[in-house]
């Protein structure tokens, strides 16, 4: 059995070296998922605040583990599986994870208003895309550098409904990236 996983992490890794990994770019419908998530999500504690702690705790927990699952049967389809880009890919979002929980400390504590608050969701939000851009899949980036601009904006003119502000911003970018990724996959199937 061991000779039989050496050989599958051998040819994962000749695999990797002489080809692409299909799931590079990103997978659109995580994309499209992650844009209705963050949109509904964020736009709650403006419109329904009762209700976002409940919503974060079943959209985020299933979105990540639905994530997790696509993106692994993904790699699968295209017969590639690259353990230490899944360990990449893990670490950083749940180290992304991590800062939105620390992101509530400030509201929880009371040191921030919820205007601020939300805009340091999109701060963060804004440097985990960016970072994943940079290191994981380049579509994050044109994300990110939004979601930055963004943030700037709102902490400069501080306007109402922030929340949905930061989510609908959220959710555009995402929608961009899935439909560029898309297209980029349409492309490379065009004969």
Excluded at 67 to 77: D, F, N, Y
Excluded at 136 to 164: D, K, N, Q, S
Aim: positive net charge; contains cysteine.
């Amino acid at each position: 059995m061991t000779d039989v996983n050496k050989l599958q992490s051998d040819l994962d890794y000749i695999r990797g070296a002489i080809g692409e990994d299909a799931t590079a770019g990103g997978i659109p419908a995580l994309y499209f998922l992650w844009a209705a998530l963050i949109a509904v999500g964020f736009s709650l504690p403006d419109l329904a605040p009762r209700f976002a702690g409940a919503y974060w705790l079943f959209a985020g927990t299933g979105g990540g583990l639905f994530s997790w699952w696509l993106g692994a049967r993904e790699s699968r389809r295209h017969g590639y599986n690259n353990a230490q880009l899944g360990r990449r890919y893990g670490l950083h979002w749940c180290l992304v994870g991590a800062a939105f929980l620390l992101c509530f400390l400030p509201l929880v504590l009371g040191r921030v208003t919820p205007e601020m608050g939300g805009a340091n969701f999109l701060l963060v939000t804004g440097i985990a895309y960016s970072l994943a851009g940079v290191h994981l899949e380049r579509p994050l980036l044109w994300c990110g550098v939004p979601m930055l601009i963004a943030y700037g904006v709102l902490v400069v003119f501080m306007p109402p409904h922030i929340w949905t502000i930061t989510g609908i911003s959220v959710g555009a970018a995402l929608c961009w990236a899935g439909f560029s990724r898309r297209a980029a996959l349409n492309a490379d199937h065009t004969p």
